[in-house]
């Protein structure tokens, strides 16, 4: 995968990419801040599930693109609800009233320590 750079170096981009879509008139979304760092949506994604301060910056950074659509799409016009709850649906795992989200379960093996002290 693409090197970001430093922590630094992608709060600078994450504050840029917050400013365009502003000066844009449009919310902070997950397409434009992926463009922004140069790399895919997907991409962005596999970064943001990792673990360290990078994956938790970017984590963050997500979660206040989704909050930022959803603010747009409450005080946009009503014909132009359509396109946000698409947004929502496809990339903010959004369900529609009454959609029943199948729980992905990871098949983790469980170790139990300690169980020869237990009287």
Known sequence: MKQLGSLAQIT???DRCRQECAANGGPFHADALA???GISYETLLSYADGHGSVA???????Q?????VISHALAADPKSHGLWMFYLRN???FLEKGERQELAVKSEAVQFVGEERIT
Do not use: D, P
């Open 64 to 68: 206040e693109c989704t909050a930022s």
């Open 35 to 37: 463009a922004t760092l």
């Open 91 to 93: 990339r903010a795992a």
């Open 12 to 14: 600078a981009e994450i």
């Open 56 to 62: 938790a910056l970017l984590t963050a950074a997500l």
